[in-house]
């Protein structure tokens, strides 16, 4: 049986993030917050549009720290490490979220439209930026895991293997 290799920076897997994020997205400003959910039946879909991109962006970027991060320090397998991952990876996200939106508002400002003024500002750019980090997380440490295991795998089948050899050679 052959296995598929499966690149962490997959697009498919990418956008299907992007979609879980932005659903946890809605459904947290939902529950959290009142003037947001009174918002949300009013945004046109343009708002929405560029919503999901911000986003989507957030998600490919958490995804590309995560593969930074889990190239530069060494992989480990103590919850230590993964505690060390997660948290570099909250830092990085939490300085593209501060990044972004003072960027934001040095281009635009104040727009004069509420709901894109909304999308933009702090609280959208953190609410991303957490959901990014938890979903990236995730994924990278899933992505990570199945390769350690796929690795056991392949080392117990080699020492297998061994032991066979070893043992048709005392038989002759």
């Given amino acids: ?25 809605l459904i947290i400003w939902l529950i959290l917050d ?4 009174n ?8 708002d929405y549009v560029v919503d999901f991109l911000l986003c989507m962006l957030f998600t490919y970027i958490s995804l590309g720290f995560s593969y930074l991060v889990f190239k530069i320090l060494p992989f480990r397998t103590s919850y230590v490490w993964v505690i060390v991952y997660a948290s570099c990876l909250l830092t990085l996200n939490n300085l593209v979220a501060f990044g ?24 959208g750019a953190y609410t991303f930026a957490m959901i990014a980090t938890f979903i990236s997380s995730v994924y990278a440490n899933t992505f990570f895991l199945q390769s350690y295991i796929r690795a056991r795998d392949e080392k117990q089948a080699l020492e297998m293997a061994l032991m066979k050899e070893k043992e048709i050679a005392l038989q002759s």
């Fill in 100 to 123: 972004m939106t003072s960027l934001f508002n040095l281009l635009w400002d104040e727009t004069g439209n509420g709901l894109l003024d909304e999308l933009i500002n702090m609280k």
């Fill in 1 to 25: 049986m052959i296995k598929e290799n499966v690149k962490i920076m997959n697009w498919r897997n990418g956008f299907l993030l992007s979609l879980v994020s932005y659903i946890l997205y």
């Fill in 34 to 37: 009142d003037e947001t959910a």
């Fill in 39 to 46: 918002q949300l039946p009013g945004m046109a879909t343009v």
